[in-house]
């Protein structure tokens, strides 16, 4: 069993930054890919980032340009830089992990959230 827990989030003012922050935790297992989701007030789980072990990545539109995703593979660890925010980047953030274990079993994990509000 793999956990990852997200951390980082907070009020911030439009144009601010934030980085968040995702720990995986767990025996004998390596990140294939790790992601970043968001889900606003009363909307559809979205995608933000997400990169790969080769460090291949993919941004949500509407992020482009103001936010960088990266990882630490040894240490497990997943970033989310998020510049120039607005308000309509509110949401409960997510991480995503694709895991494989020793004999290459895939899984997929999800953590519990922080929470991002930008707000004047």
């Known amino acids: 069993q793999v956990q990852l827990v997200e951390s980082g989030g907070g009020l911030v003012q439009p144009g601010g930054s934030l980085r968040l922050s995702c720990a995986a935790s767990g025996s004998s297992f390596s990140i294939s890919a790790m992601g970043w989701y968001r889900q606003g007030p009363g909307e559809q789980r979205e995608l933000v980032a997400l990169i790969t072990n080769g460090g291949t990545t993919n941004y949500g539109d509407s992020v482009k340009g103001r936010f960088t995703i990266s990882r630490d593979n040894a240490k497990k660890l997943g970033y989310l830089q998020m510049n120039s925010l607005k308000p309509e980047d509110t949401a409960m953030y997510y991480c995503?992990?694709?895991?494989?274990?020793?004999?290459?079993?895939?899984?997929?994990?999800w953590g519990k959230g922080t929470l991002v509000t930008v707000s004047s």
């Open positions: 995503y992990a694709n895991t494989r274990d020793s004999s290459g079993y895939g899984r997929g994990y």
